[in-house]
């Protein structure tokens, strides 16, 4: 889409429901053809783009996984789509600037779905990060030039290796169990739909990368006791002795098993199939940021500043994380969550940190307005929900409420994108003022980039 837009072509690009994918129509595939070309730009799924010139003169988008801009490369298209081609990268002819393949610690890289920039030195990385915020919002957040700001630089992650606490490896069950064959157990080839064997992961933390050695070797022990495939999960605890500071690392590997972690000075527990952040490594980062957002004074027109707000709904809350380490900074918090089990974490993690200001309701999380009894102009709201976004349920409930303050933290940019262009689109949310957005890297090496954006209601 990037591409397109830079060669000044129109094309309509709608989301899926879920907000995962865009929807583009598929052509019946061609056969293979090999090309050499030059990548123009990285794409938001981290994928590099260039486009080919056909002996007819026409011109051809390529997608080519694992190039960068200024690559020059050959590349094998396997796939017509309705306005691109895909193609296997089968080798880099001349390096853009910024690659430097000495960088690569997998030996997968090229193969593995999983991760698209390890040739990219970190600040590289962390800047194309925030050109896909800065994408996201000029493509999917419609609204007057200045309303968004300039996009702030993307925190890193202090671990840019090793830093995934849960890996969920998978495996097929060979259709005919008497063949000798042994059975790939890893992650999904790029742009294909069988798993490819895996040894290791070096974004996974040193325990979890043990217990997946051992994984490996029992499901293969018992391969035939298996009907048909199945995810393994891998998630690592911390075990910590509060008087000495000592600590243990273990890894779950049961769905129900307790995985205990820590953030900053905060214990959490949860149960290892829930869904809690995977890189602990960012956390304090991230948890410190919304805080300090959450404690940000503004001036009003006479320029007198204002008191932050004291209260704090945190919508779409999981487990706790940000009720939990943000609770110091205001008098009281509620918590909505939609599933039971992180509904009752959520309160037990309270209960186990000595935390008496915060409370948890299970629902969607428009139902938190019926029971908000804070004054809408004291009260920040945290907004944290899956990749799809806010439904526009919770969007206009949002804007009769009107928070003093959004703090909308998002895995998916282009859904925040979206929600805040109805927010700010809505003459109800016309006061919002957007003090900031920036992206933190959860998942270096790969594509994903979590961005926080922050609103603030004028006066
Ligand atoms: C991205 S996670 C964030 C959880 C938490 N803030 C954290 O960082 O650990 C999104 C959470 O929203 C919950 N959720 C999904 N749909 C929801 C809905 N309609 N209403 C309330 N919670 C929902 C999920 O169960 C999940 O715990």
Not at 161 to 178: C, I, Q
Not at 441 to 457: G, I, R, Y
């Amino acid at each position: 889409m990037e591409l397109r837009e830079s060669l000044g072509l129109h094309v309509d690009v709608k989301t899926s429901e879920d907000g995962k994918s865009f929807i583009l129509e598929q052509q019946p595939a061609t056969e293979f053809r090999y090309t050499e070309l030059y990548i123009a730009k990285l794409s938001s799924t981290g994928d590099g783009i260039g486009v080919d010139k056909l002996d007819d003169g026409t011109t051809e988008i390529v997608v080519v996984p694992y190039s960068i801009p200024g690559d020059l490369v050959k590349a094998k298209i396997y796939k017509c789509l309705e306005h691109y081609s895909l193609a296997d990268l089968e080798a880099v002819l001349s390096g853009g600037d910024a690659r430097d393949d000495s960088l690569v610690r997998c030996k997968y890289f090229t193969k593995c779905a999983g991760c698209q920039l390890q040739m990219l030195p970190y600040e590289e990385q962390l800047r194309h990060k925030r050109e896909v915020i800065v994408r996201a919002y000029k493509n999917f957040c419609e609204v007057s030039d200045g309303v968004i700001p300039a996009i702030g630089d993307t925190i890193g992650s202090p671990l840019e290796y090793g830093y995934r606490t849960k890996l969920t490896p998978h495996f097929d069950v060979p259709r005919n169990s008497h063949v000798p064959t042994v059975t790939p157990i890893g992650f999904t080839q790029k742009g294909r739909s069988f798993v490819i064997d895996i040894e290791e992961c070096p974004i996974g933390t040193p325990a979890i990368n043990e217990a997946y050695k051992k994984e490996r070797i029992r499901v293969r022990d018992n391969i035939h006791s298996y009907k048909r495939g199945a995810t393994l999960l891998l998630r690592e605890s911390l075990e910590m002795d509060e008087t000495t500071n000592e600590t243990k690392k273990s890894v779950c590997v049961d769905s129900k098993d307790t995985v205990t972690e820590y953030v900053n000075r905060y214990r959490f527990k949860y149960p290892a199939g829930d869904f809690f952040q995977c890189n602990s490594s960012v956390l304090p980062r991230v948890t410190e940021y919304v805080n300090s957002q959450l404690k940000l004074r503004v001036f009003n027109n006479e320029y007198e500043p204002l008191p932050a707000p004291k209260y704090l709904v945190d919508a779409y809350c999981g487990s706790g994380l940000f009720s939990i380490t943000c609770n110091e900074s205001v008098e009281e918090v509620i918590g909505v969550e939609i599933s039971p089990k992180s509904v009752a974490c959520a309160t037990s993690n309270a209960q186990d940190n000595n935390i008496a200001n915060a409370e948890f309701v299970l629902g969607d999380a428009a139902v938190i307005f019926m029971k908000i009894r804070t004054p809408s102009n004291e009260t920040s709201m945290i907004l944290d929900p899956p990749r799809k976004g806010c439904d526009n349920n919770f969007l206009n409930q949002l804007l009769d409420y009107l928070p003093r303050r959004i703090v909308y933290v998002s895995c998916n940019v282009h859904t925040q994108a979206r929600d805040l262009g109805y927010i700010l689109n809505d003459r109800r949310g016309l006061k919002y003022h957007v003090n900031s957005i920036r992206g933190f890297d959860f998942f270096p090496q790969t594509h994903h980039v979590e961005s926080v954006a922050v609103l603030t209601l004028q006066d």
